[in-house]
């Protein structure tokens, strides 16, 4: 039978896991997912996507929280924490830094402004 409003545990045979609740035999609600690279997303889903409010640990040791549209990083607000000691804090789209935003730079320097795509745009 299918999974349905319940909390269980799915394995592949790649070595993907996730644990968390489903809707309709789908990762649907909270859960975690554990990448066969070592990397781990928790936080919501929605139809087998990463979807809503999050945090990911990628296995090079960099960290996003924040909001997730449909598998991708996206929305208003999230912090992209890198391994290097720089932060970017701003608007995400299409799992780039899009909209407004600050990086800061472990050396102190922050730039600031709008975001296209990923590159810093202006001035």
């Known amino acids: 039978g299918q999974r349905h409003g319940s ?13 968390g609740t489903f809707e309709s035999d789908l990762r649907s609600g909270q859960g975690t997912f554990f990448f066969q690279d070592g990397s781990e997303y ?4 929605l139809e087998n996507q990463m979807h809503g409010y999050g945090q990911r640990r990628y296995v090079n040791g960099d ?3 924040g909001q997730y549209q449909y598998d991708q990083r996206g929305g208003p607000k999230g912090k992209m924490k ?3 000691g720089d932060l970017y804090v701003g608007e995400w789209k299409s ?20 975001w296209i795509k990923g590159m810093k745009h202006g001035k």
């Open 7 to 19: 909390y269980g545990e799915m394995i592949w045979e790649d070595g993907h896991r996730y644990v």
């Open 42 to 45: 928790t936080g919501d889903w």
């Open 63 to 65: 960290v996003y929280v």
């Open 82 to 84: 890198l391994v290097n």
């Open 95 to 114: 799992d780039k830094f899009h909209g407004i935003g600050r990086y800061f730079f472990k050396d102190g320097t922050v730039l600031e402004g709008m």
